[in-house]
């Protein structure tokens, strides 16, 4: 069974910071892999998603992500963070080919201070 | 992108009681799918709402008590039946866009049961 590990529940960084939220995945399959961001009473934004190709993924509001199949990984980083970056943060995992039957984390809340 | 309506946003209803909560997509997908973030947890997977046949349920969730309608390649409802406290979650449509590479999700129906 596929399964989402986000060992941090909550991760405080002063603003411009760089800061690194983790994520490690089981599965025995080749997986999709994905992070979506959640603003306090909004629904859920892709930030970026891993299918396929090139370990290290861009994607908006200056986030990138790693794949590290032998540690079997996913962290998100940003090299410097806003404020506006406050929410919370989840990796998900899907089997290829099934992309919206996601295996979510439990999520990470990102608190950026002054 | 597909863009993802759901009614009502918010919720507080009596014990007992029911809530049908609708989802609409401004184009025509394939799959739609019914998610269940519980407070301060992650989401998870209740069912795939598919078009002209019953919906498929992810273990730990009935017909009973979350029926779940597609009429359509743009519509879907679910209904959360009978309702107790431990129903009070946010509940989010998502859809998966052509390319099967992405998964858009609604905005949520906060629902609060008392």
């Known amino acids: 069974a596929q399964s989402v590990t986000q060992l941090d529940s909550q991760v405080p960084v002063f603003e411009e910071a760089p800061v690194e939220l983790r994520c490690n995945y089981s599965?025995?399959?080749?997986?999709?892999l994905f992070w979506y961001v959640q603003y306090p009473n909004q629904g859920l934004q892709l930030l970026l998603k891993?299918?396929?190709?090139?370990?290290l993924v861009k994607g908006i509001n200056g986030f990138e992500a790693e794949f590290n199949k032998s540690q079997t990984s996913f962290h998100l980083r940003k090299p410097s963070v806003h404020i506006s970056d406050t929410a919370e943060y989840f990796c998900a995992v899907s089997q290829g080919g099934a992309t919206n039957k996601l295996i979510f984390g439990t999520g990470t809340l990102l608190a950026v201070q002054p | 992108s597909a863009v993802i309506s759901q009614k009502p946003s918010r919720d507080i209803c009596q014990r007992g009681t029911s809530l049908t909560i609708q989802c609409q997509v401004d184009?025509?997908?394939?799959?739609m799918f019914w998610y269940r973030q519980q407070p301060g947890q992650s989401l998870t997977l209740i069912a795939t709402?598919?078009?002209?046949?019953?919906?498929?349920?992810e273990s730990g969730f009935v017909i009973d008590k979350f029926p779940i309608s597609r009429p359509n390649l743009t519509f879907s409802t679910l209904t959360v039946s009978n309702m107790s406290p431990e129903d009070s979650s946010i509940y989010l449509c998502?859809?998966?866009?052509?390319?099967?590479?992405?998964?858009?999700f609604g905005q949520g129906t906060r629902l609060t049961v008392v």
């Open positions: 599965s025995s399959v080749s997986v999709y």
């Open positions: 184009s025509q997908v394939t799959m």
């Open positions: 709402a598919n078009q002209g046949s019953e919906a498929t349920y």
């Open positions: 998502s859809v998966e866009n052509q390319g099967n590479t992405e998964a858009f």
């Open positions: 891993y299918l396929s190709g090139s370990t």
